[in-house]
């Protein structure tokens, strides 16, 4: 008799343990959803991408562009843009737009470039 | 059989009896089951969002996420564009979050220029009349490229679901070249001119005010193009004899997009302009009068610069 009360003791913390479980895993995980933007979907980090496309377009200010993509990620910059260049075109953006986030990634490209040259003497 | 073995056949008896102690023991175990799973999927392993939505941002991100569709509409002047991303937020009044953005960033000196241009969205957004539903921004998108003969509304598809954002985007034909990051002149007729140096502003109107519904010693400027169109984004000069500072029209799009307002300190002098080299409305002066109500009030100005 006491051995079924163990087990009857048991089955209740587990079955307590699952319910906990199931409300903050299913039922309510984000009490206070406060996500970073490095967890956006693709398409919306490609938009992302695109919007410091078109600010990079207007100004060709490539440290304020790397800067405005660490929005999206510890990531190299250049990374980032390749990978959303990729998605654009997945998604059949139009031409302009992979032209513009195009133009972006040869700035970052050429900054960096500038940046190994001046760096090995 | 003594009283003392009678009572130790008893207690025996008892003792293998099982207690009737009620399920208390199963209520316990689900209670402490409960509580362990709650901190364990809420604290130890919380949740890891992936693909997730601007919806969802932490504010810190979805501030950085207005400043980039307001300075991508400086750049371009697609309002239809930065209507639609500022809907993937899901604000309940997108311009009242750019406009209290606007006011936060104002108040960094290093941050003007930001702040200027996510005034500007907000007081377009105000003035076009566009809100974040979906319909509404089609209708806004498709308005604002009927306004471009030339060009086709091209909209890009999505990964999964019609939650992700569908913009258009002009495109001068259907046989683009792959990137090769030449600029594409047809973006260029879409931008909305926004000067840095505004045109010479007249003084147009001057009132002084002493009004109960007015906040004590304020300064009420607005700013109007030629035809009366209130004017967004134009730097305010208020100077006194130690001192200048300068604010921008359209950061209450609420109240009119060419508004701006100062507020003075009795015992000094102003003067303001409008724009870099208008008009000035010099010798204002707060002090105390009695408005219609009967009550003391600090009075103040209202003026109004035109351009010629």
Redesign the interface.
Known sequence: ?RIG?IL??????????????????VIN???D?????S??????RT??V???A??Y???KDTAKAAE?LK?LGEEDPLYIVQQA?LT?QD?????????????LA?GLNLNAANSAGTAVP | MSSRARERRERREHSSQPRQNGPWYLLTGLILGAVFGLFFSLRISPVQYVNTTPKVLRSADKDAYRILVALSYQANGDLGRASQRLAQLRDPAPDGGLTDLAQRLVTDESKIETARAVALLASAMVQSGATPTSSTLTKATAAALATITPLVGTPFSTLENEQAIHTATPQASATLPVPTGTLQPTIASRITVVPTLSPPFVLKDRLPVCDPAVEDGLIQVQVQDSAGKPLAGIKITAAWQSGEEFFYTGLTPKINPGYADYRMSEGYTYLVTAGEAGEQASGLTTGRCTSADGTTRLSGWKLTFALP
């Open positions: 008799m009360r009857w003791f048991l089955i209740s913390i587990l079955t307590g343990i699952a319910l906990g479980l199931l409300y903050g895993w995980p984000g009490v959803i406060q996500a970073p933007a967890t956006l979907r693709a398409d919306y938009d992302t695109l919007m410091v078109e600010i377009d207007s100004g405005q929005l260049i654009a998604l059949n953006y139009p031409a302009a737009d992979v032209t513009l986030m195009a133009s040869q």
